[in-house]
Nanobody, 113 residues
Framework: QVQHVESGGGLVQAWGSLRLSCARS??????MGWFRQTPGNERELVAN????????HYTDAVKGRFTISRDNAKNYLYLQMNSLKPDDTAVYYC????????WGQGTQVTVSS
């Protein structure tokens, strides 16, 4: 069964950086993505990438600041987040794209101003 375990979140000051990791167990999937959710809001797509990592898509709010990448040998997905803003505060999740597998616990990212 597919499982996702996200890590790397934490508390960081504005303009700081974090690198999130996602370990996926089970079968690999062609498209994978990072999603985020804040209290009272729906989960939203942040970025996704294809299997080779050479096709990527970012939501406008993170373009130029976040970079998605993957290591298929390890079945890992990463999100490098730079120039963080308080609006990036959320719980971050990874999943296939579109999301069809069970969600993990997520990792909390808190950006202070």
């Amino acid at each position: 069964q597919v499982q996702h375990v996200e890590s790397g979140g934490g508390l960081v000051q504005a303009w700081g950086s974090l690198r999130l990791s996602c370990a996926r167990s089970g079968c690999a999937t062609y498209f994978m993505g990072w999603f985020r959710q804040t209290p009272g809001n729906e989960r939203e797509l942040v970025a996704n990438t294809n299997y080779m990592g050479d096709v990527t898509h970012y939501t406008d709010a993170v373009k130029g600041r976040f970079t998605i990448s993957r290591d298929n040998a390890k079945n890992y997905l990463y999100l490098q987040m730079n120039s963080l803003k308080p609006d990036d505060t959320a719980v971050y999740y990874c999943n296939s794209f579109p999301p069809e597998d069970p969600w993990g616990q997520g990792t909390q990212v808190t950006v202070s101003s």
